[in-house]
């Protein structure tokens, strides 16, 4: 933690270099600060994806559908969904592929049933639903 508060303190120091290189001194002074974001660690995206599955969790509900998830169905779609570049972007099209696109066939082709309590889970890097 405390190495990458250094990491971002040197990239301001450096963009803020790089801003008195190439823009004048009166514009300048009129930025007031900058603000420098850091990417997000993996737990950080893991508590995103529980999050978003909370959300999906409770639409499905709305519809009928009693959805859960594991422990290892996080971990799987928040490796799958963390990109240090693009922070929790990625996480929203993970959970949209792996678990709802695959859900809705899976209901529809009859391999869950939706009137028993449906469970996200995970081997390796691979979604899969039980009930």
Do not use: C, H, W
Request: hydrophobic share 40%; net charge neutral.
């Amino acid at each position: 933690e405390r190495n990458r508060e250094e990491i971002v303190e040197n990239t301001k120091n450096l963009v803020m270099n790089m801003l008195k290189q190439t823009i004048r001194p009166e514009f300048l002074n009129r930025i007031d600060d900058i603000i420098m974001f850091a990417p997000l660690k993996q737990e950080e995206i893991a508590q995103i994806v529980r999050i978003q599955l909370n959300s999906v969790k409770k639409m499905l509900a709305e519809n009928g559908v009693a959805l859960e998830y594991t422990d290892e169905a996080v971990r799987s779609i928040s490796e799958a969904g963390y990109d240090p570049e693009f922070g929790a972007r990625p996480v929203k099209r993970v959970i949209q592929r792996k678990v709802l696109n695959q859900l809705s066939k899976d209901i529809l082709s009859g391999k869950v049933d939706n009137s028993r309590p449906i469970v996200v889970d995970a081997i390796d890097e691979n979604v899969y639903f039980r009930n």
